[in-house]
């Protein structure tokens, strides 16, 4: 389930989402409470100044101090003047004497809590004398008949009950914006990964039947562009793929279609009536003939399936090119005899590391197509020498050559240049094992032809490097 890219979006998202909500809620709350607390203190600052500053009128206008004080004691009204009304005030003598209440604490008998102070306002939270939450200022200021301490204090209760609902709306919020949110990224991304579904619908829709279509890129999300690039350049790849198998299978079916003609017609003419013993002779022989030749199709044919699908294990051993050479011409010798074609082999050692068979399967191919592809008396020259890192195996023939048009294509399965048709039997499938050998073990082939005269072929093979390292 968390495999689903929608899912981890909305994982997330809520998870980015709580973090930043609960911290911006944290962050308000605590802003909120610094606010309103410094507007309390604001409030309770100018309160001890009026009350200062009425004593300093008295003073400059020489009246009885104290009797000022009681006075301002009982002056006060509004909110002062209720009993623990959660606003008062007091003043305190010097020797910790309270002299002056608000009436809404000396209805109650009720006092401040003294805290030394100094000439700059102290401000703190206290429990107060209705045992609420109480914030209180203390100052003392300093007349001309001693230093007094003031105080005022105004119940917190207020602005805790306001903050404790800011904090429960905000709680009571959190969850449901917390499901909206997490629903709203659930459709959002339902319809950012609809592409996504439409796109592989696509995929799904490709059979063998229409690999020649192609995922149409105009109109795609821009990210889906490269993914739907690379699925049209495999289908290319398949659709390549599959129509050579289809071209091989029914050229390996015409290739095998002549030589059954061939049987067949010769067992029916042969058995409409009674044969000589020479005639029976004669006809098996010739039907020995087109049976080697489909053999030779389907050893080949097997070969390159083996080829294709990469079971043919090549084992990598270290030989000298010029030993394998030298068995490939002991195998043919006899055939090249029976054309008079001499066979001649120069150069020097170049070690490779190789498959022993395949090599030999390489160069007993071209060998035999030079012969098969020779004049009477013609010659065949072997060279074989080491450049650049590569070994080369030079193979001249002085055959009937390829036109230029053709040397292409003559490593095409079952590809026969027509003029050779008539010439001499063979699949057509030589040079392509021959190819896939070669390339197989890194190296390339390379033609030079000129009709009428010959031909050359030349492999190209990488030198065993480990034997060089040996050398130094
Ligand atoms: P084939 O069984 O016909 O020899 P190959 O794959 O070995 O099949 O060769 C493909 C074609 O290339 C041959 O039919 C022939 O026309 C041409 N070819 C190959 N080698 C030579 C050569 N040495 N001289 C002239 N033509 C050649």
């Known amino acids: 389930m968390f495999n689903s890219i929608k899912i981890k979006l909305v994982v997330l998202f809520i998870a980015v989402f709580s973090f930043f909500f609960a911290g911006l809620e944290i962050f ?22 009026t009350l200062a500053n009425m004593i300093i009128v008295e003073e400059v206008q020489h009246t009885e101090l104290s009797a000022e004080l009681s006075e301002l004691a009982s002056a006060s009204t ?5 009993k623990l009304s959660g606003h008062y005030y007091q003043i305190v003598a010097p020797d910790g004497k309270i002299i002056v209440r608000s009436p809404s604490l000396s209805k109650a008998d009720a ?41 005022a204090g105004d119940s917190l209760t207020d602005t805790y009950r306001l903050l404790s609902s800011f904090r429960n709306v905000v709680l009571a919020l959190f969850p449901v914006a917390f499901v909206l949110c997490g629903v709203g990224v659930f459709i959002v991304t339902g319809f950012a990964l609809k592409p996504l579904k439409d796109f592989s619908s696509k995929i799904g829709e ?35 793929s599959f129509s050579r198998q289809k071209r091989f299978l029914s050229n390996a079916s ?36 087109s049976v080697d030749r489909m053999c030779e199709i389907i050893d080949r044919t097997l070969v390159i399936s083996r080829l294709d699908t990469r079971e043919a294990q090549f084992k990598h051993e270290k030989m000298d090119l010029m030993d394998v050479m030298k068995n490939v011409i002991r195998i043919i010798e006899p055939s090249a005899e029976r054309k008079s074609i001499s066979i001649s082999l120069s150069g020097g050692p170049a070690v490779v590391k190789a498959d022993r068979e395949g090599l030999i399967q390489v160069f007993t191919n071209i060998v035999e197509n030079a012969i098969k592809y020779n004049v009477e008396d013609g010659r065949i ?10 070994a080369k195996v030079r193979m001249e023939d002085t055959g009937i050559g390829i036109p230029a048009g053709e040397i292409d ?13 008539n010439v001499t039997v063979g699949s057509g499938l030589g040079l392509s094992i021959v190819r896939s050998i070669v390339e197989a073990h890194g190296g ?18 990488p030198l065993n490097t480990e034997q060089r390292n040996g050398h130094h």
């Open 444 to 461: 390339r082939v390379e033609v030079e032809s000129e009709p009428g005269k010959g031909s050359v072929f030349t492999v190209c093979l």
């Open 111 to 151: 006092a401040l809590p003294v805290v030394p102070g100094s000439q700059t306002p102290d401000y703190r939270t206290v429990t107060g004398p209705d045992n609420a939450p109480l914030r209180i200022v203390t100052r003392i200021y300093v007349f001309a008949g001693g230093a007094m301490t003031f105080q």
């Open 381 to 390: 020259d072997i060279g074989i020498t080491e450049s650049n890192g590569m």
């Open 254 to 289: 015409h290739e095998l279609r002549t030589p059954t003609t061939i049987i067949k017609s010769f067992c029916d003419v042969t058995l409409n009536r009674e044969r000589t013993a020479e005639y029976y002779r004669e006809a098996i022989a010739r039907i020995k003939e």
């Open 28 to 49: 308000l709350y605590y802003e909120l409470e610094d606010l309103v607390v410094s507007l309390a203190d604001e409030r309770l600052k100018s309160e001890v100044e």
């Open 206 to 240: 490709v059979t063998e039947e229409n690999l020649n279509e192609r995922i149409e890129e105009k109109g795609l999300a821009r990210e889906l562009k490269p993914l739907a690039g690379d699925f049209n350049t495999m289908l290319g790849r398949l659709e390549e």
């Open 409 to 421: 294509r003559i490593f095409d399965r079952f590809y026969r240049v027509d003029a050779a048709r």
């Open 78 to 82: 509004g909110v002062y003047a209720e």
